[in-house]
């Protein structure tokens, strides 16, 4: 890795790593951090390009920064781990465990999407119009060429087989808010193609960490707290 990535570390015990989503940085879960460091070592991370983690260089993408997760693991001996990932972080996190799958415990994705097709279009077409109008001027901009490469994220990426989910190992939980921008049948999609995963939905939209965190953090901590199957 050619970066060093900013993180929260909070709590001790069996390591829990926060991923958030795009454009944001580990401060989105606040409502978790705190919550989840009475049990677990808390580690919330800025991924490259976000927060206070440098972007580098060479590609921008999700099975990048899955790659970062592992090299920020090894370089903190963090041999296995239970990872949470919201949005472009379930994305992340879904990538990390299919590439990595003896590197995690336990599995959360919360609004994540396989591809495009997962995404509502209210939501996902102001997206890739974005990314077209940022693209055109990425080569004399700094901040247009950053924003395409944010909304590149979503139009891009994740690009992920359903038949690649079944190499997952690790006990999931997949969730989504009962509002999600994410789709719910692809959202079920998700869950059914990897192999030991339960589905919930939470009610509220795509933000429910943070909207509905008593509901969320509950669930979680239910699914993370539960001996193993």
Do not use: W
Request: with cysteine.
């Amino acid at each position: 890795m050619d970066i060093c990535l900013n993180y929260e570390e909070k709590g001790r015990g069996e390591p829990l790593i926060l991923l958030h989503g795009n454009g944001e940085d580990h401060s989105y879960f606040i409502h978790q951090i705190e919550y989840f460091s009475r049990k677990f070592r808390v580690i919330a991370i800025d991924t490259r390009g976000h927060g206070a983690s440098e972007r580098g260089t060479g590609p921008f993408t999700i099975r990048r920064f899955a790659d970062d997760l592992h090299y920020f693991m090894k370089e903190h001996e963090i041999k296995k781990a239970n990872i949470l990932g919201f949005s472009d972080g379930g994305n992340i996190a879904l990538c990390f465990a299919i590439k990595y799958p003896e590197s995690v415990n336990r599995l959360v994705i919360d609004g994540a999407n396989l591809d495009t097709s997962g995404v509502k279009p209210y939501f996902q077409i102001p997206v890739e119009i974005g990314f077209k109008l940022a693209s055109l001027f990425a080569g004399k901009s700094a901040g247009a060429k950053k924003t395409a490469e944010m909304l590149g994220l979503m139009v891009n990426d994740p690009d992920i087989d359903e038949s690649a989910l079944r190499a997952i190992t690790a006990p999931t939980l997949v969730i989504a808010g009962t509002r999600d921008m994410i789709k719910r049948e692809h959202t079920k999609k998700i869950a059914e193609n990897i192999p030991d995963s339960r589905l919930l939905f939470i009610e509220g939209d795509h933000f429910i960490a943070r909207k509905n965190a008593a509901c969320f953090n509950a669930a979680v901590d239910k699914f993370l707290s539960e001996e193993q199957r």
